[in-house]
């Protein structure tokens, strides 16, 4: 059974830190896309982050870019997404995702949720104000 699950959110103050942790198992995901999502409540889902195992190609959004970092651990099939300098705009519900090896990796297929095709439940970051 293929399972992703993500632990290491709960409540922040603003200007704080917090490192969100996605375990992977139930089957190899070597060459996949592995990426961080979110989603506020009442809003969309938005693209955070995304990562190959190698680490080489390594994308974020807008929002995030220059707070957060993307990382994985291929012994450990865990991928870690640290979170600085917390906003109150952060505020949401964090979702890892793998996506199967595309044929051509790009920001694109990184962050189009609909190329993912397993998911994890989600852990809630809250950054108070």
């Known amino acids: 059974q293929v399972q992703l699950v993500e632990s290491g959110g709960g409540l922040v103050q603003a200007g704080g830190s917090l490192r969100l942790s996605c375990a992977a198992s139930g089957r190899s995901f070597s060459g996949y896309v592995m990426g961080w999502f979110r989603r506020a409540a009442g809003k969309e889902r938005e693209f955070v982050a995304a990562t190959t195992w190698s680490g080489r190609s390594i994308y974020y959004g807008d929002s995030v870019k220059g707070r957060f970092t993307i990382s994985g651990d291929s012994v450990k099939d865990t991928i870690y997404l640290q979170m600085n300098s917390l906003k109150s705009e952060d505020t949401a519900a964090y979702y890892c995702?793998?996506?199967?090896?595309?044929?051509?990796?790009?920001?694109?297929?990184?962050?189009?949720?609909?190329?993912?095709?397993?998911w994890g439940q989600g852990t809630q970051v809250t950054v108070s104000s």
């Open positions: 995702a793998a996506a199967p090896p595309p044929p051509y990796y790009n920001r694109d297929y990184a962050a189009t949720d609909a190329k993912y095709t397993y």
